[in-house]
């Protein structure tokens, strides 16, 4: 009796062993794409009606599969967005270029949203600023 009890308790440190052994190596199999963004906030400041409204997010892929971004969406028309469609690669780095219509007068603050395969999903980024009369 005590040299069954003995097995069915080796049996299971062996099993639990095991098991976690398989979750410590699933950890190190598993490839995501992280988005790092220099910054998460683009400040136009205050600018000059019809100036140039182009801005650029900077960001790089700190993860260790390739970074695809799927689509990128605005808060209105009059931000327009343009990215590569290729992936990055680990470690590579990407722009995301926004052009802001600058003929509106006024303070303005423009929500983007970037779709990709990254870690954490729908990455949130503003741009802000004020328009002003030329003069």
Request: with cysteine; proline share 3%; glycine share 8%.
């Given at each position: 009796?005590?040299r069954?009890?003995?097995?069915?308790?080796?049996?299971?440190?062996?099993?639990?062993?095991?098991?976690?052994?398989?979750?410590?190596?699933?950890?190190?199999?598993?490839k995501?794409?992280?988005i790092?963004?220099?910054?998460?906030?683009?400040?136009?400041?205050?600018?000059?009606?019809?100036?140039?409204?182009?801005?650029?997010?900077?960001?790089k892929?700190?993860?260790?599969?390739?970074?695809?971004?799927?689509?990128?969406?605005?808060?209105?028309?009059?931000?327009?967005?343009?990215?590569?469609?290729?992936?990055?690669?680990?470690?590579?780095?990407?722009?995301?270029?926004?052009?802001?219509?600058?003929?509106?007068?006024?303070?303005?603050?423009?929500?983007?949203?970037?779709?990709?395969?990254?870690?954490?999903?729908?990455?949130?980024?503003?741009?802000?600023?004020?328009?002003?009369?030329?003069?």
């Amino acid at each position: 009796m005590k040299r069954t009890l003995y097995i069915a308790i080796l049996l299971v440190i062996a099993l639990s062993f095991f098991n976690v052994a398989s979750t410590e190596f699933d950890k190190y199999d598993s490839k995501i794409a992280v988005i790092k963004f220099k910054t998460e906030i683009i400040d136009y400041g205050t600018i000059k009606q019809n100036s140039d409204g182009l801005r650029t997010f900077n960001f790089k892929n700190t993860g260790n599969a390739p970074l695809l971004i799927t689509r990128v969406k605005t808060t209105c028309g009059c931000t327009v967005p343009s990215y590569s469609k290729t992936p990055i690669l680990p470690g590579d780095s990407g722009k995301l270029n926004i052009k802001y219509n600058t003929r509106q007068l006024g303070v303005f603050t423009k929500t983007i949203t970037v779709m990709s395969n990254a870690e954490g999903g729908n990455k949130i980024l503003k741009v802000k600023g004020k328009i002003i009369a030329s003069k």
